[in-house]
């Protein structure tokens, strides 16, 4: 992902579309990664516990990263009367989507293994790819 999340630089709309397409691509391959490592711990493998956090964590911080561009950028995709409405909506689903972030990170600190765990990643992996799928269809598919 692009360390230098310029929101300042005004973009094109088609070069705002391509950019956020190219991050869910490397959100979605580190999701993939994070899910595999959910089976090993399933099967009870403490080592696995370690990496997974290693891997959240490097998710949290590509996520971040993307989400303060969307907020910067993809309201202007959106029709003039609707761009307040889709950034307020956006800043929702995101400060719920970090927050839910920080409870798996907490939960990792404070728990070895477990069931919790596991559905705790799956959880914000399933919010994550919804959210996704939603601004590809609603807001990155229109010209």
Excluded: C, W
């Amino acid at each position: 992902m692009d360390s230098g999340s310029d929101t300042t630089t005004l973009a094109t709309p088609d070069e705002i579309r391509a950019r956020i397409r190219s991050e869910h691509a490397q959100i979605s391959a580190q999701l993939a990664r994070v899910e595999a490592l959910t089976e090993r711990v399933d099967d009870g493998d403490s080592k696995s516990v370690i990496t997974l956090r290693d891997e959240i964590q490097r998710l949290r911080t590509m996520l971040v990263e993307h989400l303060h561009y969307e907020e910067y950028q993809v309201p202007s995709l959106a029709a003039a009367e609707r761009a307040d409405e889709v950034a307020e909506d956006m800043r929702r689903d995101h400060r719920a989507q970090r927050e839910l972030f920080d409870r798996i990170i907490r939960e990792l600190d404070e728990t070895a293994v477990g069931a919790k765990l596991v559905v705790g990643v799956r959880e914000i992996a399933r919010a994550i790819r919804d959210d996704m799928e939603y601004e590809e269809r609603e807001l990155l598919n229109r010209p």
